[in-house]
C-alpha cells in the first residue's frame, strides 16, 4: 500500500533556529497535507498542498509539493517555544476518501 | 475540536474483555474516522465510514469492529482487548470532497 516516509523522526534545536523537514512516497500523491499535533492533542491541519511545485505559506510555516509528486518539505523558520510538537505529513489514497500519514517528526526546542 | 468529542479520554482494562470507544460530531461531517497512534508508526487507520451503517476497514482493523447507527456517532469496539492495543486512539470527520481532517483530543486506553 502507499507509505509516507518523513524524515527527520526527531529534531532537537535552538529557539530561533530555522527548522526543514521533508515528506517522501514511493507513489505519486496529488494532494499533501500538513498537520501538527500538541502535546495531549489531536493533529491540526497546518497547510495543504493541491499542486506539483506549488509552495504554501502559513505564517513562519512554509510548505512545498515535490515536483515529481513523491514528495513534500515543510520549513519553520525562527523557531519559537510553541512549535514544539509531532509533524505529520499525509496524503491521500487513490480513489478515497482517506488518508495515509508519515511517521511524523517530533520537534523539540531548547529555550 | 469543540466539534468532536472522544469518550472516555483515558480508560484502562484487562486483557480479554470488550472496551468501547465513543467519538460524536456535531458537524454533520459524512465521513468519520478511526486510527491509531504508536510511536515510530504515526497515524494507522482502523476503520472508517462514509456514511451512516456504512464502513470500510483500515490498514490494521483486525480485533476491532465498528458502527455508525447515526450520523453524530462512531463507536469503535475491541472484541476482545489485549496489550497490543494499548494505544492513543483518534477520531476524525470529514466533510465531503476534502481532504482535511478535524481530530478529536484522542483517548489513551491501556490493556494490562
Known amino acids: 500500500g502507499q507509505q509516507l516516509n518523513q524524515s527527520p523522526q526527531s529534531m532537537f534545536i535552538q529557539e530561533g533556529e530555522d527548522v526543514s523537514m521533508n515528506c517522501t512516497s514511493s507513489s505519486i500523491f496529488n494532494t499533501w497535507l500538513w498537520y501538527k499535533q500538541d502535546p495531549g492533542e489531536g493533529p491540526v491541519l497546518l497547510i495543504a498542498?493541491?499542486?506539483?511545485?506549488e509552495l504554501t505559506s502559513n505564517g513562519r510555516l512554509t510548505a512545498q509539493f515535490g515536483i515529481t509528486r513523491k514528495d513534500s518539505f515543510l520549513n519553520i523558520s525562527a523557531s519559537i517555544p510553541s512549535d514544539v510538537g509531532i509533524y505529520f505529513c499525509?496524503?491521500?489514497?487513490?480513489?478515497?476518501?482517506?488518508?495515509?500519514f508519515g511517521q511524523g517528526t517530533r520537534l523539540t526546542i531548547n529555550p | 475540536d469543540a466539534g468532536i468529542t472522544q469518550s472516555p479520554r483515558h480508560k484502562v482494562t484487562e486483557t480479554g474483555t470488550p472496551v468501547t470507544l465513543r467519538c460524536h460530531q456535531t458537524e454533520n461531517h459524512r465521513y468519520m474516522y478511526w486510527y491509531r497512534q504508536d510511536p515510530g508508526h504515526g497515524l494507522r487507520l482502523i476503520h472508517y465510514?462514509?456514511?451512516?451503517?456504512?464502513?470500510d476497514k483500515g490498514e490494521v482493523s483486525d480485533g476491532y469492529s465498528v458502527s455508525r447507527s447515526k450520523t453524530e456517532d462512531f463507536l469503535l469496539t475491541l472484541e476482545s482487548a489485549t496489550s497490543s492495543q494499548t494505544s492513543v486512539y483518534f477520531c476524525a470527520t470529514l466533510p465531503g470532497g476534502a481532504y482535511g481532517y478535524t481530530f478529536g483530543s484522542g483517548t489513551r486506553l491501556t490493556v494490562v
Open positions: 499525509a496524503g491521500p489514497i487513490q480513489g478515497a476518501q482517506k488518508l495515509v
Open positions: 465510514s462514509y456514511g451512516v451503517k456504512d464502513t
Open positions: 498542498l493541491y499542486k506539483a511545485g
